[in-house]
């Protein structure tokens, strides 16, 4: 047993009350005991000052694609670096398992599009995360399954509703998941498979969730569709019963700028009914995800191989560009919504084209933006993400204001390399430093709380999010002065400054703001009530 006595802190508790001077004494893994000033202090084996600093919980990343993080030769150290001690993974409709003999190669021919190359030794969730277990965490997973995967497992990438029979069988593989310990189900509804999905689909596997589990979404659309997005997902939720999470709120395009207020009024009209709903957000004005998202959702149908064909098809070409220079609103057209100067190629197979933006990569090579699309995909074999440069500031700062508003990093998967957006290795630390201390739209003690207990009560973590007696040791230390991102987007592999320890699970893991090189993370599983 080691009894480390953690002193002169400034504590934000994370519960949302007003910081205070104090100590905390961890044994093992568990908070022991919380000594305010003045108070007398325990024995110990271990004393750490802390002297002018904030001592708060973990930062819990409510969104993250880290799902393969495990699997890299390298230890992901991008959230750990930020504070973040743990992950929600399995977002956006998007997780590793299950994947059945029949679709696999559809399932893993369509990762290749935001997950670099894994060795799949894995078919049921309960073995993708034996495997994860076995390779270890840097920081603790709480895992959800992703609709995308359930679908492709049972459908492939057909367009058309399940039969009774193929919803029974996603059902069957769900309830694997959760008795492996998932915490909920994720949607992806803009990205195929999901976008083929209708309403009564979604509602039969979210009904099927047990009661302290929760739905995520990443919904239909963000842009000219946002308000009837929210609205599906509201009427899931109502239809249900089950906590809903709506998955990096924002209105995207600049049409939609200012829109902000009125989706927030929509959301909290349904939480007045009893809809038991909240929402995250990343603190940029830039998205990101795979280049394919680009396509609408036709010209998805059948996966990777059937893609590449209509890309190499002049008729489809032809009514591809029609598509988007019609813009009907029917899909989340996003070359509409940020323009060809606004979609930037970040990471590629090949690592060419990274850091051009579409209407660039076009004009180097003599040819419209739209060819320009075709060739990278083409070239790439789909293998390609972008950032969209598509948002208000004046909407990030009205969503950061709303109580119910966590934060939620959607970083992509690690290990594809090119330039990430610089929120994989600046969302938390942008949060203290740019919207806390800079504008002021909440008070430290606040932004402490979006990013802790408020996560920890949504998502079930009942065992931290908090520092009090009893709970798990996952801690963070940083200079409330000199906590800052420095990622950017022409350099965003860059760390933050101002965090100089972090502890998870009761071991040090960051000290003097450098990774320790050992992997104190654990896989969270969903309390069974």
């Known amino acids: 047993m080691t009894r480390t006595l953690l002193t002169n802190a400034i504590i934000i508790d994370g519960s949302g009350g ?122 603790n997973i709480a895992p959800l399954i992703g609709h995308h995967s359930l679908r492709i497992a049972v459908m492939a990438m057909e367009n058309r509703a399940p039969s009774a029979e193929e919803i029974k069988l996603m059902l069957r593989f769900m309830d694997e998941a959760l008795d492996a310990g998932v915490f909920g189900m994720s949607t992806g509804l803009i990205y195929p498979p999901g976008v083929f999905a209708q309403h009564e689909e979604i509602s039969a596997l979210v009904r099927n969730l047990p009661d302290n589990a929760i739905y995520t979404t990443h919904m239909r659309g963000e842009g000219v569709q946002l308000f009837q997005s929210i609205a599906e997902a509201l009427r899931v939720g109502e ?29 909290e009209a349904a939480r007045s009914r009893g809809v038991i709903v909240t929402q995250d957000i990343y603190p940029y004005t830039a998205g990101s995800t795979m280049l394919t998202a680009c396509l609408p959702p036709w010209f998805q149908e059948g996966g990777n191989d059937r893609v590449i064909e209509r890309l190499k098809d ?51 090579l003599g ?30 700062v009205t969503a950061l204001q709303n109580p119910y508003t966590m934060i939620g990093s959607d970083g992509l998967p690690p290990g594809t390399g090119g330039r990430p957006h610089p929120r994989t290795y600046g969302t938390f630390p942008r949060i203290l430093a740019r919207y806390s201390r800079e504008l002021g739209v909440f008070g430290l003690e606040e932004a402490v709380r979006r990013m802790t207990s408020l996560p920890a009560s949504t998502f079930g973590l009942t065992d931290r999010g908090v520092i009090a007696v009893g709970k798990q040791a996952d801690l963070v230390c940083f200079d409330p002065e000199k906590i ?46």
């Not at 390298?74 to 994947?99: H, M, W, Y």
């Not at 239809?239 to 959301?267: C, D, F, Y």
């Not at 933006?369 to 208000?392: C, F, T």
């Open 367 to 396: 040819i419209a933006p739209l060819d320009a699309l075709v060739k990278v995909l083409l070239a790439e074999e789909l293998r390609a993400s972008m950032i969209v440069h598509q948002m208000s500031e004046e909407d990030v």
């Open 314 to 364: 002049k008729k489809a070409l032809k009514d591809l560009s029609e598509e988007i220079e019609q813009s009907t609103g029917d899909w989340e057209n996003m070359i509409v919504g940020a323009g060809w100067n606004g979609i930037v190629v970040s990471s590629t197979g090949s690592h060419n084209y990274e850091s051009e933006s579409l209407e660039a990569i076009g004009k180097r």
């Open 18 to 139: 007003k910081k205070f001077k104090g100590s905390i004494l961890v044994t093992d893994a568990k908070i022991d005991k919380v000594i305010r000033e003045g108070e007398g202090l325990p024995s110990h084996d271990v004393l750490t000052d802390l002297r002018g600093l904030v001592l708060a919980p973990g930062f819990i990343d409510v969104h993250s694609h880290a799902d393969n993080a495990p699997f890299l030769s390298d230890a992901d150290t991008s959230k750990i670096l930020q504070g973040v001690t743990t992950e929600v993974i399995g977002n956006c409709g998007f997780s590793l398992a299950p994947r059945s003999s029949g679709s696999a190669e559809v399932f893993e021919k369509y990762s290749l599009r935001i997950f670099p190359e894994l060795d799949w030794r894995w078919e049921t969730f309960g073995e993708f995360l034996s495997a994860a277990d076995s390779a270890g965490y840097v920081t």
């Open 239 to 267: 239809e249900t019963g089950r906590r809903v999470q709506i998955s990096h709120l924002k209105a995207a395009g600049r049409p939609n700028w200012g829109r902000m207020n009125e989706a927030l009024e929509k959301i």
């Open 484 to 529: 800052q991102d420095l990622a950017t987007f022409d350099d965003p592999v860059q760390t933050p400054q101002g965090i100089p320890w972090v502890m998870v699970n009761g071991s040090v893991t960051v000290q003097d703001g450098i990774f320790q090189g050992s992997k104190f993370g654990q896989r969270l599983t969903r309390k069974v009530t």
